[in-house]
T-cell receptor
Framework: GENVEQHPSTLSVQEGDSAVIKCTYS??????FPWYKQELGKRPQLIID?????GEKKDQRIAVTLNKTAKHFSLHITETQPEDSAVYFC???????FGAGTRLAVHP | DTEVTQTPKHLVMGMTNKKSLKCEQH?????MYWYKQKAKKPPELMFV???????INESVPSRFSPECPNSSLLNLHLHALQPEDSALYLC??????????????FGPGTRLTVT
C-alpha cells in the first residue's frame, strides 16, 4: 500500500526564519498532496495542497513544491511567526495517507 | 455553514457499553470519512462514504459500525470496545471522493476513553 515518509520529526526555528518540511511517497499513482496543520487539542486544518499536474503552489508565506519523478514534495514556510508553531502533516492520495508529522516550534 | 460538527466532544465508556458518535456537515459535501488518531500520531483512515454508500473500509474491526443516514450525517456505532480503542475520532467531509474535489475538512473530533 501507499506509504508516506516525513522529515524532520521536529523542527525548531527563530521567528522570521524559514522552515522546510519534506515528504516522500511510494505510490506513483498518487496525484493529490495536501498539508495539514494541527495545533494541540485542535482539528487538522488544510493549509495548502497540490495536484500532480502542478510543480509549485504558493499562498502568502506558504509554498509547496512537488517532484513527481523523485516522488517527493515539500512545504516551505517563510517569515515564520510564533503562531506557526504546531504539528504539520503531509499526506498523499484522496484517502489521506499521512506522514508521521513534524512538530514545528517557532521561538520569538 | 462551512463547518463539520461532531458530538459528543468527550466520551467515556466501558467495554460492555454501546455508544454512538455523530458527525454533521451542511456544506453539500457528498463524501464523508472517519479517522482515528492516537496521541502524537497522524490520523488513520477507517471508513469512507461516497454518496451515502460505504466505499472504503480499511479493515476496521466489526466493533466499529459506521452508518450514513443521509448526505449530511455520519454516525459511528461503538460496541464491545477495548481500552486500546481509546483515541480521538475525527470526522471529515469533502465535495466528492475523487478528483477534482479532494479537499477534506475535519470536525473537532470526539475524544473517546474506553475503561
Amino acid at each position: 500500500g501507499e506509504n508516506v515518509e516525513q522529515h524532520p520529526s521536529t523542527l525548531s526555528v527563530q521567528e522570521g526564519d524559514s522552515a522546510v518540511i519534506k515528504c516522500t511517497y511510494s505510490d506513483s499513482a498518487s496525484n493529490y498532496f495536501p498539508w495539514y496543520k494541527q495545533e494541540l487539542g485542535k482539528r487538522p486544518q488544510l493549509i495548502i495542497d497540490i495536484r500532480s499536474n502542478v510543480g509549485e503552489k504558493k499562498d502568502q508565506r506558504i509554498a509547496v513544491t512537488l517532484n513527481k519523478t523523485a516522488k517527493h514534495f515539500s512545504l516551505h514556510i517563510t517569515e515564520t511567526q510564533p503562531e506557526d508553531s504546531a504539528v504539520y502533516f503531509c499526506a498523499a492520495s484522496f484517502k489521506l495517507i499521512f506522514g508521521a508529522g513534524t512538530r514545528l516550534a517557532v521561538h520569538p | 455553514d462551512t463547518e463539520v460538527t461532531q458530538t459528543p466532544k468527550h466520551l467515556v465508556m466501558g467495554m460492555t457499553n454501546k455508544k454512538s458518535l455523530k458527525c454533521e456537515q451542511h456544506m453539500g459535501h457528498r463524501a464523508m470519512y472517519w479517522y482515528k488518531q492516537k496521541a502524537k500520531k497522524p490520523p488513520e483512515l477507517m471508513f469512507v462514504y461516497s454518496y451515502e454508500k460505504l466505499s472504503i473500509n480499511e479493515s476496521v474491526p466489526s466493533r466499529f459500525s459506521p452508518e450514513c443516514p443521509n448526505s449530511s450525517l455520519l454516525n459511528l456505532h461503538l460496541h464491545a470496545l477495548q481500552p486500546e480503542d481509546s483515541a480521538l475520532y475525527l470526522c471529515a467531509s469533502s465535495q466528492g471522493p475523487r478528483r477534482p474535489h479532494y479537499e477534506q475538512y475535519f470536525g473537532p473530533g470526539t475524544r473517546l476513553t474506553v475503561t
